[in-house]
């Protein structure tokens, strides 16, 4: 069965290129993808493109499989609606943009935005990527018009200057890659964890925030900005079996003995760092 060919790999120039020898994509077989030197790339079912020789496997499905679960619920509704009013404070509405959520995982959050940005009338291309072939397998049943790579984070596929907005939600990233991907003036939003963040889960409460502002933020980036998110949501008594069949157990902690199983809140509390694109870099 031939399978749907992301609208973004039929334009001219395809912001994609071969992670072999850098020559532009071909899509002329709709089961496969090919550069100009013939280096092949099949599209895998559920409908996302293999750029990588050894994609990871995650030993932890389950627990993928679940934060999908818990995001579907509306686990990271407030979050998306924060990024959401970020990206529209500095784009109007007639421009398209090319949006890339770099570490895209199982592509939950991202499909959300982007029927939120499709509602209020934001014309848009879309790429996710991530190099963990169990999240990107589920990411790509969530949308067809979206273009889904298994690809290196560390080498993203993509020519420069050929993304307007960055994504980067709780994922690892290489900062000088996103500064070759961005056009000028381009707009990174990073999502880090905040110290509270799933404090219900975790052994480790603490007050730090990783200093990440001699990374991108300092180098790359101008007009930086830093928003905090912070909530908590009421779980449900599936939510909770969610947990519990995914092997979370709660940390051992003085005076609370509570089973996961009858967990009614979880603590989100996340940092967004935005910027542009700077004019120059380290």
């Not at 020559?23 to 079912?45: T, Y």
């Not at 421009?95 to 935005?113: E, H, Q, R």
């Not at 480790?204 to 990440?212: A, F, L, S, Y």
């Amino acid at each position: 069965m031939e399978k749907l060919i992301p609208e973004i790999l039929r334009g001219k120039p395809c912001p994609v290129y071969c992670p072999i020898c850098q020559a532009n994509l071909n899509s002329k077989n709709k089961n496969s993808i090919k550069c100009l030197n013939g280096h092949r790339f099949d599209i895998a079912d559920p409908g996302y493109i293999n750029l990588l020789a050894k994609p990871y496997q995650s030993p932890h499905r389950d627990l993928i499989s679940t934060g999908k679960a818990l995001t579907e619920n509306g686990l990271f509704d407030p979050l998306e609606s924060e990024l959401l009013q970020l990206l529209y404070a500095e784009y109007k509405v007639a421009s398209t943009l090319t949006i890339l959520d770099a570490g895209t995982g199982d592509g939950t959050v991202f499909s959300n935005m982007l029927l939120c940005m499709q509602w209020d009338q934001y014309r848009h291309q879309a790429i996710g990527l991530d190099n963990c072939s169990s999240a990107i397998s589920m990411a790509a049943t969530k949308s067809q018009s979206v273009l889904w790579l298994l690809a290196d984070m560390a080498e993203i596929p993509l020519k420069n200057g050929s993304v307007d907005v960055i994504l980067n939600i709780f994922a690892p990233c290489k900062y000088s890659e996103f500064y070759r991907v961005l056009r000028p003036g381009g707009l990174i939003l990073k999502v880090i964890p905040g110290p509270l963040h799933l404090a219900e889960l975790r052994e480790d409460i603490t007050d730090d925030v990783p200093d990440i502002a001699t990374g991108f933020f300092s180098d790359y980036a101008a007009d930086l900005k830093q928003t905090r998110v912070q909530y908590q949501k009421t779980l449900t008594r599936k939510e909770m079996d969610w947990l519990v069949s995914s092997g979370h157990s709660l940390p051992k902690k003085e005076n609370d003995n509570t089973p996961v199983d009858q967990l009614q809140k979880l603590t989100i509390d996340c940092r967004i760092l935005s910027g542009r694109k700077s004019d120059w870099a380290y």
